[in-house]
């Protein structure tokens, strides 16, 4: 499956932005993202920040060193950003010494893979996180999956995880410091002269108690 997910990345990286972030419902999820970020993150302390599937630098302006286990994701990123350092590596077997970073942030990867990497990831990024550092992540919501009857066709966007099922396998690494959802509506079905009322809305589900049935959840979880 990693070979698979290498190559599809590889042959989009050229097309990655236009691709998926050029449109409406894109635009919407990038900056509901990013709302979180800042919420957590300091722009102007980002040097000890590391941002694992960095794809073409969406969120480095976060960061000041960036992976992606695709040399063409790579090669785009660098060319986004000369200064940083972005070097290619697995997730799964990250390049750094322990407790090397602050922060650590991973948007879109999780939700192509299994359970069981999803835990082997979780424990590299515990080791080359400082204690008390923060892990962003985002990944499908299982339960909003359950309540439409959504299933993946294959790897892609195939994983889905709950909060019982995240705060079961951190154990007592992790603390989960918070939770939010993204896109409770289908905003971009929705007609564009009624969209930006409709947005104000979902951005209130998306932290309320049902936030959990949001389309992908962003965990904040601090390392114990």
């Given at each position: 499956?990693?070979?698979?997910?290498v190559?599809?990345?590889?042959?989009?990286?050229?097309?990655?932005?236009?691709?998926?972030?050029?449109?409406?419902?894109?635009?919407?999820?990038?900056?509901?993202?990013?709302?979180?970020?800042?919420?957590?993150?300091?722009?102007n302390?980002?040097?000890?920040?590391?941002?694992?599937?960095?794809?073409?630098?969406?969120?480095?302006?976060?960061?000041?060193?960036?992976?992606?286990?695709?040399?063409?994701?790579?090669?785009?990123?660098?060319?986004?950003?000369?200064?940083?350092?972005?070097?290619?590596?697995?997730?799964?077997?990250?390049?750094?010494?322990e407790n090397?970073?602050?922060?650590?942030?991973?948007?879109?990867?999780?939700?192509?893979?299994?359970?069981?990497?999803?835990?082997?990831?979780?424990?590299?990024?515990?080791?080359?996180?400082?204690?008390?550092?923060?892990?962003?992540?985002?990944?499908p919501?299982e339960?909003?999956?359950?309540l439409t009857?959504?299933?993946?066709?294959?790897?892609?966007g195939?994983?889905?995880?709950?909060?019982?099922?995240?705060?079961?396998?951190?154990t007592?690494?992790?603390?989960?410091?918070a939770?939010?959802?993204?896109?409770?509506?289908?905003?971009?079905?929705?007609?564009?002269s009624?969209?930006?009322?409709?947005?104000?809305?979902d951005?209130?589900l998306?932290?309320?108690?049902?936030?959990?049935?949001?389309?992908?959840?962003?965990?904040?979880?601090?390392?114990?």
């Amino acid at each position: 499956m990693k070979k698979e997910i290498v190559q599809y990345y590889d042959k989009l990286a050229s097309e990655y932005d236009e691709d998926r972030f050029s449109n409406t419902y894109g635009k919407y999820i990038h900056q509901q993202e990013r709302k979180v970020l800042e919420k957590y993150l300091d722009k102007n302390n980002i040097e000890n920040n590391l941002d694992i599937a960095c794809g073409t630098g969406r969120i480095l302006d976060f960061s000041a060193t960036g992976m992606d286990i695709s040399q063409e994701m790579v090669k785009v990123s660098k060319e986004k950003y000369p200064e940083k350092n972005i070097i290619q590596g697995d997730a799964e077997t990250i390049p750094f010494e322990e407790n090397s970073f602050k922060n650590i942030t991973s948007f879109h990867l999780f939700m192509h893979l299994d359970l069981e990497t999803t835990k082997s990831i979780l424990t590299e990024v515990h080791r080359v996180l400082e204690k008390d550092g923060l892990f962003i992540f985002d990944i499908p919501s299982e339960k909003r999956r359950k309540l439409t009857n959504y299933k993946s066709e294959n790897w892609h966007g195939g994983n889905q995880i709950t909060l019982k099922t995240i705060e079961k396998i951190i154990t007592d690494n992790w603390e989960v410091k918070a939770f939010h959802g993204i896109a409770f509506f289908p905003i971009h079905r929705i007609p564009i002269s009624f969209r930006s009322k409709f947005v104000k809305f979902d951005s209130f589900l998306c932290n309320s108690t049902w936030k959990e049935y949001s389309s992908h959840l962003i965990f904040v979880l601090k390392k114990c």
